[in-house]
Protein backbone atom coordinates (compact mmCIF):
# COMPACT_ATOMS: atom_id res chain seq x y z
CA UNK A 1 0.00 0.00 0.00
CA UNK A 2 1.43 3.70 -0.67
CA UNK A 3 0.54 6.03 1.88
CA UNK A 4 0.86 9.54 1.31
CA UNK A 5 2.03 12.23 3.36
CA UNK A 6 0.39 15.32 3.00
CA UNK A 7 3.16 18.06 4.98
CA UNK A 8 2.74 21.45 6.10
CA UNK A 9 6.08 23.75 5.56
CA UNK A 10 6.76 26.08 7.82
CA UNK A 11 9.23 28.51 6.49
CA UNK A 12 12.64 26.42 5.58
CA UNK A 13 11.29 23.59 7.25
CA UNK A 14 8.31 20.86 8.10
CA UNK A 15 6.26 22.08 10.35
CA UNK A 16 6.33 20.23 14.09
CA UNK A 17 2.85 18.86 13.72
CA UNK A 18 2.99 17.01 10.11
CA UNK A 19 6.52 15.38 11.69
CA UNK A 20 4.29 13.64 13.80
CA UNK A 21 1.68 12.61 11.40
CA UNK A 22 5.16 11.18 9.21
CA UNK A 23 5.31 8.98 12.60
CA UNK A 24 1.68 7.63 12.51
CA UNK A 25 2.24 7.61 8.82
CA UNK A 26 5.54 5.34 9.44
CA UNK A 27 3.49 3.50 12.32
CA UNK A 28 0.59 2.69 9.20
CA UNK A 29 3.55 1.47 7.18
CA UNK A 30 5.26 -0.94 9.45
CA UNK A 31 1.83 -2.31 10.26
CA UNK A 32 0.66 -2.79 6.61
CA UNK A 33 3.75 -3.19 4.58
CA UNK A 34 3.38 0.30 3.15
CA UNK A 35 5.60 2.29 1.34
CA UNK A 36 5.83 6.49 2.59
CA UNK A 37 6.10 9.22 0.07
CA UNK A 38 5.39 13.04 1.00
CA UNK A 39 3.34 15.26 -0.70
CA UNK A 40 3.82 19.74 -0.04
CA UNK A 41 1.76 22.05 -1.34
CA UNK A 42 2.08 26.07 -1.20
CA UNK A 43 4.41 28.58 -2.83
CA UNK A 44 7.96 28.96 -2.42
CA UNK A 45 8.81 25.68 -0.50
CA UNK A 46 12.15 24.34 -2.09
CA UNK A 47 13.51 24.12 1.11
CA UNK A 48 11.05 22.93 3.03
CA UNK A 49 10.64 19.93 0.38
CA UNK A 50 14.40 19.40 0.68
CA UNK A 51 13.69 18.76 4.82
CA UNK A 52 10.84 16.80 3.55
CA UNK A 53 12.76 14.71 1.31
CA UNK A 54 14.91 13.50 4.92
CA UNK A 55 11.60 11.78 5.82
CA UNK A 56 10.59 10.25 2.93
CA UNK A 57 10.86 10.67 -0.91
CA UNK A 58 9.36 14.12 -1.50
CA UNK A 59 6.57 15.74 -4.11
CA UNK A 60 5.94 19.20 -4.49
CA UNK A 61 3.31 21.64 -6.55
CA UNK A 62 4.30 24.92 -5.89
CA UNK A 63 2.93 28.16 -7.40
CA UNK A 64 2.18 31.80 -6.52
CA UNK A 65 -1.72 30.97 -6.34
CA UNK A 66 -1.28 28.49 -3.61
CA UNK A 67 0.50 30.81 -1.30
CA UNK A 68 -2.58 30.23 1.25
CA UNK A 69 -4.55 27.18 1.65
CA UNK A 70 -8.35 28.05 0.39
CA UNK A 71 -9.79 25.09 0.95
CA UNK A 72 -11.67 24.48 -2.41
CA UNK A 73 -8.54 25.09 -4.17
CA UNK A 74 -6.17 22.87 -2.02
CA UNK A 75 -8.72 20.07 -1.16
CA UNK A 76 -8.71 20.19 -5.29
CA UNK A 77 -5.04 19.59 -5.42
CA UNK A 78 -4.86 17.55 -2.74
CA UNK A 79 -7.63 15.14 -4.62
CA UNK A 80 -5.62 15.01 -7.42
CA UNK A 81 -2.18 14.28 -6.35
CA UNK A 82 -3.25 10.82 -4.10
CA UNK A 83 -5.00 10.08 -7.18
CA UNK A 84 -1.53 10.57 -9.03
CA UNK A 85 0.16 8.57 -6.83
CA UNK A 86 -1.99 6.49 -6.25
CA UNK A 87 -2.25 6.35 -2.59
CA UNK A 88 -4.92 4.06 -0.52
CA UNK A 89 -3.66 5.64 2.71
CA UNK A 90 -3.59 9.69 3.13
CA UNK A 91 -2.19 10.83 5.99
CA UNK A 92 -1.85 14.92 7.48
CA UNK A 93 -1.80 16.60 10.60
CA UNK A 94 -4.91 17.83 12.61
CA UNK A 95 -4.26 21.35 12.31
CA UNK A 96 -6.62 23.91 10.99
CA UNK A 97 -5.57 23.82 7.53
CA UNK A 98 -5.59 19.64 8.01
CA UNK A 99 -9.03 19.67 9.24
CA UNK A 100 -10.25 22.39 6.37
CA UNK A 101 -8.34 21.14 3.24
CA UNK A 102 -7.93 17.93 3.97
CA UNK A 103 -11.31 17.05 5.11
CA UNK A 104 -12.44 18.81 1.53
CA UNK A 105 -10.29 16.70 -0.21
CA UNK A 106 -11.48 12.73 1.22
CA UNK A 107 -14.81 14.30 0.29
CA UNK A 108 -13.70 13.82 -3.10
CA UNK A 109 -12.09 10.63 -2.17
CA UNK A 110 -15.24 8.99 -1.44
CA UNK A 111 -15.53 10.07 2.37
CA UNK A 112 -13.68 8.13 4.20
CA UNK A 113 -12.02 10.07 7.15
CA UNK A 114 -10.64 9.30 10.27
CA UNK A 115 -9.78 12.79 12.35
CA UNK A 116 -7.75 13.10 15.50
CA UNK A 117 -6.08 9.46 15.31
CA UNK A 118 -3.53 8.84 18.11
CA UNK A 119 -2.91 5.06 16.72
CA UNK A 120 -2.97 2.51 14.32
CA UNK A 121 -3.21 -1.40 14.28
CA UNK A 122 -3.23 -4.08 11.79
CA UNK A 123 -6.11 -6.50 12.88
CA UNK A 124 -6.78 -9.47 10.18
CA UNK A 125 -5.06 -7.70 7.62
CA UNK A 126 -6.84 -4.46 7.76
CA UNK A 127 -5.94 -1.12 9.78
CA UNK A 128 -7.99 0.01 11.95
CA UNK A 129 -7.48 3.30 13.79
CA UNK A 130 -7.73 4.74 17.40
CA UNK A 131 -9.34 8.60 18.39
CA UNK A 132 -10.66 10.39 20.88
CA UNK A 133 -14.36 11.55 21.20
CA UNK A 134 -16.18 13.03 23.44
CA UNK A 135 -13.68 15.66 24.85
CA UNK A 136 -11.69 13.25 24.99
CA UNK A 137 -13.79 11.15 27.66
CA UNK A 138 -13.82 7.84 25.49
CA UNK A 139 -10.85 6.21 23.27
CA UNK A 140 -12.55 4.34 20.30
CA UNK A 141 -11.08 1.92 17.66
CA UNK A 142 -12.49 2.59 14.03
CA UNK A 143 -12.73 0.76 11.04
CA UNK A 144 -12.40 2.59 7.54
CA UNK A 145 -13.85 1.05 4.87
CA UNK A 146 -13.13 2.34 1.17
CA UNK A 147 -10.38 2.01 -1.35
CA UNK A 148 -8.95 6.02 0.05
CA UNK A 149 -8.84 6.68 3.51
CA UNK A 150 -7.83 9.79 5.13
CA UNK A 151 -6.62 10.18 8.35
CA UNK A 152 -5.35 13.61 10.67
CA UNK A 153 -2.78 12.44 13.12
CA UNK A 154 -3.27 14.09 16.93
CA UNK A 155 -0.10 16.27 16.96
CA UNK A 156 -0.03 14.76 21.23
CA UNK A 157 -0.53 11.54 20.35
CA UNK A 158 2.42 10.98 18.28
CA UNK A 159 6.40 12.14 18.61
CA UNK A 160 7.46 14.25 16.08
CA UNK A 161 9.35 11.74 13.58
CA UNK A 162 13.29 12.84 13.28
CA UNK A 163 15.10 13.49 9.74
CA UNK A 164 17.35 10.64 8.11
CA UNK A 165 19.17 10.77 4.86
CA UNK A 166 17.85 13.48 2.31
CA UNK A 167 16.21 11.66 -0.67
CA UNK A 168 14.48 12.93 -3.67
CA UNK A 169 12.02 16.09 -4.43
CA UNK A 170 9.98 16.06 -7.47
CA UNK A 171 7.32 18.27 -8.69
CA UNK A 172 4.18 17.15 -9.78
CA UNK A 173 2.51 17.61 -12.44
CA UNK A 174 -0.58 19.25 -12.31
CA UNK A 175 -2.50 21.84 -13.64
CA UNK A 176 -3.06 24.39 -11.59
CA UNK A 177 -5.30 27.09 -13.63
CA UNK A 178 -8.34 24.36 -13.64
CA UNK A 179 -8.13 24.14 -9.82
CA UNK A 180 -11.00 25.81 -8.27
CA UNK A 181 -10.74 29.56 -6.71
CA UNK A 182 -13.99 30.68 -5.32
CA UNK A 183 -12.75 31.14 -1.69
CA UNK A 184 -10.49 34.43 -1.84
CA UNK A 185 -7.96 34.79 0.43
CA UNK A 186 -8.12 38.34 1.84
CA UNK A 187 -5.47 38.66 4.91
CA UNK A 188 -4.46 37.05 7.33
CA UNK A 189 -3.26 38.26 11.04
CA UNK A 190 -0.10 35.83 12.56
CA UNK A 191 0.66 36.84 16.36
CA UNK A 192 3.98 37.66 16.52
CA UNK A 193 5.60 35.95 19.40
CA UNK A 194 9.44 34.51 20.09
CA UNK A 195 8.10 31.84 22.05
CA UNK A 196 7.33 28.39 21.02
CA UNK A 197 3.96 26.98 19.89
CA UNK A 198 1.50 25.49 22.52
CA UNK A 199 1.38 22.63 20.76
CA UNK A 200 4.96 22.12 19.85
CA UNK A 201 6.89 23.76 23.62
CA UNK A 202 8.40 21.15 25.89
CA UNK A 203 6.30 23.33 29.07
CA UNK A 204 3.26 25.42 28.66
CA UNK A 205 2.54 28.04 31.17
CA UNK A 206 -1.37 28.26 31.06
CA UNK A 207 -3.78 30.66 32.55
CA UNK A 208 -6.87 31.28 33.55
CA UNK A 209 -9.49 33.64 34.78
CA UNK A 210 -7.58 34.42 37.72
CA UNK A 211 -5.87 36.66 35.82
CA UNK A 212 -7.93 40.29 35.53
CA UNK A 213 -6.24 41.91 32.58
CA UNK A 214 -3.98 40.95 29.27
CA UNK A 215 -1.53 42.85 30.67
CA UNK A 216 -1.58 40.87 34.27
CA UNK A 217 -1.52 37.78 31.76
CA UNK A 218 1.05 38.45 29.96
CA UNK A 219 3.40 40.16 32.26
CA UNK A 220 2.58 36.97 34.60
CA UNK A 221 2.05 34.11 32.47
CA UNK A 222 4.21 35.11 29.40
CA UNK A 223 7.13 36.33 32.10
CA UNK A 224 7.08 32.67 33.91
CA UNK A 225 7.01 31.18 30.30
CA UNK A 226 9.99 33.19 29.04
CA UNK A 227 11.73 32.57 32.19
CA UNK A 228 11.74 28.93 31.40
CA UNK A 229 11.41 29.08 27.82
CA UNK A 230 8.02 27.74 27.61
CA UNK A 231 5.11 28.16 25.60
CA UNK A 232 1.89 29.94 26.69
CA UNK A 233 -1.67 28.41 26.86
CA UNK A 234 -5.19 29.50 28.08
CA UNK A 235 -8.75 28.42 29.19
CA UNK A 236 -11.26 28.96 26.98
CA UNK A 237 -12.49 31.75 29.77
CA UNK A 238 -9.70 33.62 29.42
CA UNK A 239 -9.60 33.78 25.76
CA UNK A 240 -13.38 34.73 25.73
CA UNK A 241 -12.85 37.35 28.34
CA UNK A 242 -10.20 38.80 25.94
CA UNK A 243 -7.18 38.22 28.69
CA UNK A 244 -5.90 35.83 26.59
CA UNK A 245 -5.21 35.44 22.46
CA UNK A 246 -7.48 32.84 20.80
CA UNK A 247 -4.40 30.75 19.41
CA UNK A 248 -3.42 30.21 23.02
CA UNK A 249 -6.54 28.27 23.89
CA UNK A 250 -6.02 24.70 24.98
CA UNK A 251 -8.92 22.46 25.12
CA UNK A 252 -11.53 20.26 22.62
CA UNK A 253 -12.09 22.64 20.52
CA UNK A 254 -8.86 24.47 20.81
CA UNK A 255 -5.64 23.05 20.93
CA UNK A 256 -4.74 19.58 22.37
CA UNK A 257 -0.94 19.02 24.06
CA UNK A 258 0.87 16.96 25.69
CA UNK A 259 3.79 18.60 26.85
CA UNK A 260 6.45 17.70 29.75
CA UNK A 261 5.24 20.24 31.83
CA UNK A 262 1.59 21.99 32.05
CA UNK A 263 1.73 24.30 34.22
CA UNK A 264 -2.16 25.36 34.93
CA UNK A 265 -2.28 28.73 36.72
CA UNK A 266 -5.96 30.44 38.07
CA UNK A 267 -7.57 27.30 35.99
CA UNK A 268 -10.88 25.35 37.18
CA UNK A 269 -10.31 22.88 34.91
CA UNK A 270 -13.63 22.24 32.82
CA UNK A 271 -14.21 19.09 31.18
CA UNK A 272 -13.51 21.44 27.85
CA UNK A 273 -10.14 22.34 29.08
CA UNK A 274 -8.66 18.88 30.52
CA UNK A 275 -9.27 17.10 27.04
CA UNK A 276 -6.75 19.74 25.89
CA UNK A 277 -3.78 18.97 28.46
CA UNK A 278 -4.81 15.67 30.84
CA UNK A 279 -2.16 13.35 28.76
CA UNK A 280 0.74 15.94 29.70
CA UNK A 281 3.38 14.14 31.67
CA UNK A 282 3.66 16.17 34.50
CA UNK A 283 0.98 18.37 35.50
CA UNK A 284 0.78 20.82 38.15
CA UNK A 285 -1.60 23.70 39.12
CA UNK A 286 -1.68 26.97 41.02
CA UNK A 287 -4.58 27.40 42.47
CA UNK A 288 -6.31 29.40 45.54
CA UNK A 289 -9.56 27.04 45.41
CA UNK A 290 -8.39 23.49 46.56
CA UNK A 291 -11.61 21.82 45.62
CA UNK A 292 -10.61 23.16 41.56
CA UNK A 293 -11.48 20.41 39.27
CA UNK A 294 -7.80 20.59 37.60
CA UNK A 295 -6.29 19.30 40.98
CA UNK A 296 -7.96 16.03 40.33
CA UNK A 297 -5.81 15.58 37.45
CA UNK A 298 -2.57 17.13 38.56
CA UNK A 299 0.28 15.48 40.06
CA UNK A 300 1.21 18.58 42.07
CA UNK A 301 -0.78 21.27 43.41
CA UNK A 302 0.09 24.73 45.16
CA UNK A 303 -2.70 26.31 46.79
CA UNK A 304 -1.46 29.86 46.58
CA UNK A 305 -2.35 33.23 44.56
CA UNK A 306 -1.07 33.87 40.63
CA UNK A 307 -0.51 36.87 42.05
CA UNK A 308 1.84 36.27 44.20
CA UNK A 309 3.22 32.79 43.28
CA UNK A 310 4.28 33.77 39.75
CA UNK A 311 6.52 36.81 40.78
CA UNK A 312 8.02 33.84 43.17
CA UNK A 313 8.38 31.51 40.80
CA UNK A 314 10.27 33.89 38.30
CA UNK A 315 12.55 34.85 40.82
CA UNK A 316 13.55 31.82 42.10
CA UNK A 317 13.82 29.94 39.05
CA UNK B 1 -32.27 34.52 1.38
CA UNK B 2 -32.63 31.65 2.86
CA UNK B 3 -30.39 29.88 6.06
CA UNK B 4 -29.85 26.18 6.53
CA UNK B 5 -28.85 25.70 9.90
CA UNK B 6 -28.15 21.57 10.97
CA UNK B 7 -28.65 21.15 14.47
CA UNK B 8 -27.69 17.79 15.92
CA UNK B 9 -29.09 16.44 18.89
CA UNK B 10 -25.91 15.48 21.66
CA UNK B 11 -25.61 14.30 25.15
CA UNK B 12 -24.94 17.28 27.11
CA UNK B 13 -21.01 17.56 27.52
CA UNK B 14 -21.26 18.38 30.92
CA UNK B 15 -22.56 15.09 32.06
CA UNK B 16 -20.28 11.99 32.54
CA UNK B 17 -20.40 8.91 29.28
CA UNK B 18 -21.66 5.95 29.81
CA UNK B 19 -21.38 3.22 27.10
CA UNK B 20 -23.76 0.75 25.75
CA UNK B 21 -23.05 -2.89 26.93
CA UNK B 22 -21.44 -3.53 24.06
CA UNK B 23 -19.23 -0.55 24.10
CA UNK B 24 -19.67 0.44 20.77
CA UNK B 25 -21.57 3.55 21.29
CA UNK B 26 -22.71 6.40 23.90
CA UNK B 27 -26.09 4.95 26.07
CA UNK B 28 -28.03 7.86 26.67
CA UNK B 29 -30.75 6.22 28.75
CA UNK B 30 -31.84 9.32 31.26
CA UNK B 31 -28.69 11.67 29.75
CA UNK B 32 -30.36 15.35 29.21
CA UNK B 33 -29.37 16.26 25.44
CA UNK B 34 -29.23 19.39 23.71
CA UNK B 35 -28.11 20.93 20.66
CA UNK B 36 -24.53 20.72 19.66
CA UNK B 37 -23.40 23.82 20.97
CA UNK B 38 -21.52 24.91 17.96
CA UNK B 39 -24.58 24.14 15.84
CA UNK B 40 -26.67 26.47 18.66
CA UNK B 41 -23.97 29.31 17.60
CA UNK B 42 -24.66 29.14 13.94
CA UNK B 43 -28.15 29.26 15.02
CA UNK B 44 -27.63 32.30 16.69
CA UNK B 45 -25.74 33.73 13.57
CA UNK B 46 -28.43 33.16 11.69
CA UNK B 47 -30.80 34.34 13.83
CA UNK B 48 -28.88 37.80 14.14
CA UNK B 49 -27.71 37.87 10.69
CA UNK B 50 -32.24 37.80 9.89
CA UNK B 51 -32.47 40.56 12.90
CA UNK B 52 -29.75 42.68 11.37
CA UNK B 53 -31.04 42.32 7.73
CA UNK B 54 -34.56 43.24 8.65
CA UNK B 55 -34.02 46.42 10.58
CA UNK B 56 -31.97 47.51 7.53
CA UNK B 57 -33.26 46.68 4.63
CA UNK B 58 -36.64 45.05 5.31
CA UNK B 59 -36.00 42.06 3.41
CA UNK B 60 -36.75 38.72 4.63
CA UNK B 61 -34.92 36.02 5.87
CA UNK B 62 -35.93 32.30 6.23
CA UNK B 63 -34.23 30.00 8.54
CA UNK B 64 -34.51 26.07 8.35
CA UNK B 65 -33.43 23.98 11.66
CA UNK B 66 -32.07 20.24 9.97
CA UNK B 67 -32.16 17.48 12.55
CA UNK B 68 -30.45 13.91 11.62
CA UNK B 69 -31.66 11.25 14.26
CA UNK B 70 -34.07 9.01 15.88
CA UNK B 71 -37.59 10.63 16.96
CA UNK B 72 -36.15 11.97 19.90
CA UNK B 73 -34.00 14.43 17.94
CA UNK B 74 -37.61 16.48 17.70
CA UNK B 75 -37.34 17.81 21.08
CA UNK B 76 -33.85 20.14 20.12
CA UNK B 77 -35.57 20.34 16.55
CA UNK B 78 -38.68 22.24 19.11
CA UNK B 79 -36.19 24.17 20.67
CA UNK B 80 -34.03 25.26 17.34
CA UNK B 81 -37.92 26.57 16.49
CA UNK B 82 -38.27 28.25 19.70
CA UNK B 83 -34.77 29.69 19.49
CA UNK B 84 -36.26 31.46 15.91
CA UNK B 85 -35.69 29.16 13.56
CA UNK B 86 -38.95 29.88 11.07
CA UNK B 87 -39.45 25.56 10.05
CA UNK B 88 -37.67 22.36 10.11
CA UNK B 89 -36.47 19.39 8.65
CA UNK B 90 -36.11 16.06 10.65
CA UNK B 91 -34.30 13.06 8.50
CA UNK B 92 -35.70 10.61 10.94
CA UNK B 93 -32.98 7.55 11.11
CA UNK B 94 -32.49 5.00 13.89
CA UNK B 95 -29.45 4.38 12.33
CA UNK B 96 -25.78 5.23 13.43
CA UNK B 97 -24.70 8.31 11.13
CA UNK B 98 -21.31 9.10 10.24
CA UNK B 99 -20.23 12.50 8.81
CA UNK B 100 -20.02 11.14 5.20
CA UNK B 101 -23.57 9.85 5.58
CA UNK B 102 -24.84 13.15 7.32
CA UNK B 103 -23.35 15.38 4.78
CA UNK B 104 -25.31 13.08 2.12
CA UNK B 105 -28.68 13.68 3.70
CA UNK B 106 -27.75 17.66 4.13
CA UNK B 107 -27.19 17.52 0.66
CA UNK B 108 -30.68 16.07 -0.45
CA UNK B 109 -32.37 18.63 1.93
CA UNK B 110 -30.04 21.15 0.44
CA UNK B 111 -31.47 20.31 -3.27
CA UNK B 112 -35.11 20.32 -1.91
CA UNK B 113 -34.72 23.70 0.04
CA UNK B 114 -32.17 25.56 -2.57
CA UNK B 115 -30.87 27.63 0.46
CA UNK B 116 -28.11 30.73 0.09
CA UNK B 117 -26.20 29.80 2.67
CA UNK B 118 -25.75 27.19 5.19
CA UNK B 119 -24.13 27.90 8.81
CA UNK B 120 -22.97 25.01 10.63
CA UNK B 121 -21.16 23.73 13.50
CA UNK B 122 -17.48 23.03 12.89
CA UNK B 123 -17.50 19.81 15.11
CA UNK B 124 -19.94 17.88 17.11
CA UNK B 125 -18.89 17.33 20.86
CA UNK B 126 -19.59 13.98 20.66
CA UNK B 127 -17.85 12.46 18.05
CA UNK B 128 -15.57 15.48 17.29
CA UNK B 129 -14.81 14.52 13.60
CA UNK B 130 -15.15 18.61 11.92
CA UNK B 131 -15.85 16.77 8.83
CA UNK B 132 -19.12 17.03 7.68
CA UNK B 133 -19.41 21.02 6.98
CA UNK B 134 -16.47 19.78 4.68
CA UNK B 135 -17.96 17.19 3.12
CA UNK B 136 -21.37 18.84 2.07
CA UNK B 137 -19.51 21.85 0.66
CA UNK B 138 -17.83 19.43 -1.49
CA UNK B 139 -20.52 17.63 -2.82
CA UNK B 140 -22.42 20.98 -3.74
CA UNK B 141 -19.17 21.98 -5.20
CA UNK B 142 -19.76 25.25 -3.03
CA UNK B 143 -17.07 27.95 -1.17
CA UNK B 144 -16.45 27.26 2.39
CA UNK B 145 -14.96 28.94 5.36
CA UNK B 146 -14.63 26.72 8.06
CA UNK B 147 -14.35 28.24 12.10
CA UNK B 148 -15.93 31.61 11.51
CA UNK B 149 -15.32 34.07 14.50
CA UNK B 150 -16.90 36.78 12.23
CA UNK B 151 -19.56 37.21 9.56
CA UNK B 152 -20.31 39.74 7.52
CA UNK B 153 -21.96 40.68 4.20
CA UNK B 154 -20.39 43.03 1.60
CA UNK B 155 -22.92 43.29 -1.76
CA UNK B 156 -23.03 39.66 -2.97
CA UNK B 157 -20.16 38.38 -0.98
CA UNK B 158 -19.56 37.23 2.19
CA UNK B 159 -16.92 38.03 4.43
CA UNK B 160 -15.40 35.50 7.29
CA UNK B 161 -12.78 35.68 9.90
CA UNK B 162 -11.36 32.57 10.28
CA UNK B 163 -9.99 31.15 13.12
CA UNK B 164 -6.58 28.93 12.36
CA UNK B 165 -3.47 27.97 14.04
CA UNK B 166 -1.60 30.87 13.31
CA UNK B 167 -3.89 33.40 13.71
CA UNK B 168 -7.25 35.16 12.38
CA UNK B 169 -7.73 34.71 8.60
CA UNK B 170 -9.98 36.78 6.86
CA UNK B 171 -11.72 35.14 3.37
CA UNK B 172 -14.39 36.09 0.75
CA UNK B 173 -16.68 34.26 -0.93
CA UNK B 174 -19.66 34.60 -3.05
CA UNK B 175 -23.04 32.98 -1.94
CA UNK B 176 -23.69 29.87 -1.91
CA UNK B 177 -21.74 29.22 0.54
CA UNK B 178 -20.80 26.74 3.60
CA UNK B 179 -19.89 28.48 6.83
CA UNK B 180 -18.93 26.44 9.98
CA UNK B 181 -18.70 27.90 13.41
CA UNK B 182 -16.33 28.83 16.21
CA UNK B 183 -16.64 29.12 19.93
CA UNK B 184 -16.29 33.03 19.27
CA UNK B 185 -18.70 33.87 16.97
CA UNK B 186 -21.49 35.02 19.27
CA UNK B 187 -23.34 33.34 22.66
CA UNK B 188 -25.99 31.33 21.70
CA UNK B 189 -29.90 32.78 23.39
CA UNK B 190 -32.21 30.87 25.60
CA UNK B 191 -35.43 29.63 23.88
CA UNK B 192 -38.10 31.24 26.88
CA UNK B 193 -40.99 29.61 27.79
CA UNK B 194 -43.21 31.25 25.45
CA UNK B 195 -41.27 30.52 22.78
CA UNK B 196 -41.76 26.82 23.29
CA UNK B 197 -45.12 26.59 23.43
CA UNK B 198 -45.18 28.87 20.07
CA UNK B 199 -42.89 26.50 18.62
CA UNK B 200 -44.88 23.78 19.08
CA UNK B 201 -47.28 25.25 16.31
CA UNK B 202 -44.37 25.47 13.95
CA UNK B 203 -43.70 23.52 10.44
CA UNK B 204 -41.37 20.35 10.90
CA UNK B 205 -41.52 18.35 7.77
CA UNK B 206 -40.03 14.40 8.25
CA UNK B 207 -38.10 12.50 5.54
CA UNK B 208 -36.45 9.28 5.76
CA UNK B 209 -33.03 8.85 4.36
CA UNK B 210 -34.88 6.10 1.69
CA UNK B 211 -37.54 9.76 0.93
CA UNK B 212 -34.11 11.38 0.25
CA UNK B 213 -32.55 8.11 -1.35
CA UNK B 214 -29.48 8.31 0.87
CA UNK B 215 -27.69 5.17 1.39
CA UNK B 216 -27.07 4.80 5.46
CA UNK B 217 -23.52 2.94 5.21
CA UNK B 218 -21.15 4.40 6.77
CA UNK B 219 -17.40 5.01 5.88
CA UNK B 220 -16.05 4.87 9.20
CA UNK B 221 -17.64 2.25 12.08
CA UNK B 222 -16.60 2.18 15.74
CA UNK B 223 -15.44 -1.19 16.57
CA UNK B 224 -14.91 -0.07 20.63
CA UNK B 225 -15.47 2.50 23.09
CA UNK B 226 -13.75 2.56 26.52
CA UNK B 227 -14.17 5.69 28.47
CA UNK B 228 -11.25 7.50 30.32
CA UNK B 229 -10.09 8.53 33.31
CA UNK B 230 -7.08 11.01 33.37
CA UNK B 231 -7.38 11.52 37.22
CA UNK B 232 -3.97 11.07 39.04
CA UNK B 233 -3.02 11.52 42.55
CA UNK B 234 -2.42 15.06 43.28
CA UNK B 235 0.65 15.77 45.81
CA UNK B 236 -0.33 19.13 47.54
CA UNK B 237 2.81 21.15 47.99
CA UNK B 238 3.40 23.81 50.84
CA UNK B 239 4.78 26.77 49.17
CA UNK B 240 6.48 28.01 46.02
CA UNK B 241 10.41 25.75 46.92
CA UNK B 242 8.70 22.79 47.65
CA UNK B 243 6.97 23.06 44.11
CA UNK B 244 10.25 23.90 42.33
CA UNK B 245 11.86 20.87 43.89
CA UNK B 246 9.41 18.61 43.09
CA UNK B 247 9.42 20.02 39.31
CA UNK B 248 13.10 19.13 39.22
CA UNK B 249 12.84 16.31 40.77
CA UNK B 250 10.51 15.28 37.63
CA UNK B 251 13.01 16.14 35.25
CA UNK B 252 10.62 18.60 34.03
CA UNK B 253 12.30 21.81 34.71
Redesign the interface.
Known amino acids: MKILIIAEAQGAEVRHASRSAITLAKNAAAAANGDIEIAMIGDDIAAAATAASAYAPTFTLSDASLA ?1 P ?3 RY ?1 AAIAQIVKQRGAGLVIAAS ?3 G ?2 CV ?2 A ?3 L ?7 ATACENRDGKL ?1 WQR ?15 DTVVVTALQSACEPAEPTEKTSVTALDIDVASL ?1 S ?10 QSNRP ?1 V ?1 EA ?2 VISGGRAFKTADDYERLIGGLADK ?1 GGGTGSS ?1 AA ?2 AGIAP ?2 NQVG ?2 G ?1 IIAP ?2 YLGIGISGA ?2 H ?1 AGM ?2 S ?6 NTDDEAPL ?10 DAYE ?1 IP ?2 IA ?2 | MKILVPTKRVPDPDQPIHLNADKTAADLTGIPCVINPFDAIALEEALRIREEERSSAGSDIEIVAVGIGPQACEKEIRIALAMGADRAVHVVSDEYIDSWIASNLLKAVVDKEQPDLIIMGKQAIDADNNQAGQFLAHHLNWPQATFASEISFEGDRVKVARETDTGIENVSMELPAVITTDLRLNEPRYASLPAMMKAKRKQVDAYTPADLSVAVDPKVEIISMETLSAKRNCVRVNNVDELIVKLKEASVL
Open positions: HTADGTSQKDARAAQGGTMVTDVTMHAGGVAAWVAAHGPAIQFESVSTKDTAVVRVDNEQTKDLVQLKNKIIAAILDYADFALIAAELKL
